[in-house]
């Protein structure tokens, strides 16, 4: 049964996979994918939610997580749905450059 539906960023599931006994190949596969730790990547959900740009939806801050995007072109690549403009596109990339 699913209780509730919101995006985590792999750092996230790790540590949520860690709590309900997951196999431990499975939490080591995504370990290989993942940038920050769990502490780090709320932290940039959180400040990128405190940007201001409302066209920043969960799914596309998880993805930031996990990604890192450095470029607008890398960072374009999340938001296919939507476009920015160029100074969301450099508060956004400012904001990731804190957790590298």
């Known amino acids: 049964m699913i209780i509730n ?3 985590l960023s792999l750092a996230e599931v790790i540590d949520y996979m ?7 190949e499975i939490v080591g596969f995504i370990k290989k994918f993942n940038t920050l ?9 959180k400040e990128l939610e405190g940007l201001g740009i409302i066209k920043i939806k969960p799914e596309h801050a998880v993805k930031i ?15 296919v ?20």
Do not use: M, W, Y
Request: charged fraction near 45%; hydrophobic fraction near 30%; charge should be negative.
């Open 5 to 7: 539906s919101e995006p």
């Open 18 to 24: 860690k709590e309900e006994e997951t196999e431990p």
């Open 37 to 45: 730790d769990v502490n780090n990547a709320k932290e940039l959900r």
């Open 65 to 79: 997580a996990d990604l890192l995007p450095e470029t607008a072109e890398e960072l374009n690549k999340i938001f």
């Open 81 to 100: 749905d939507v476009g920015l403009d160029e100074n969301e596109v450099q508060k956004i990339l400012e904001t990731i450059k804190k957790f590298r």
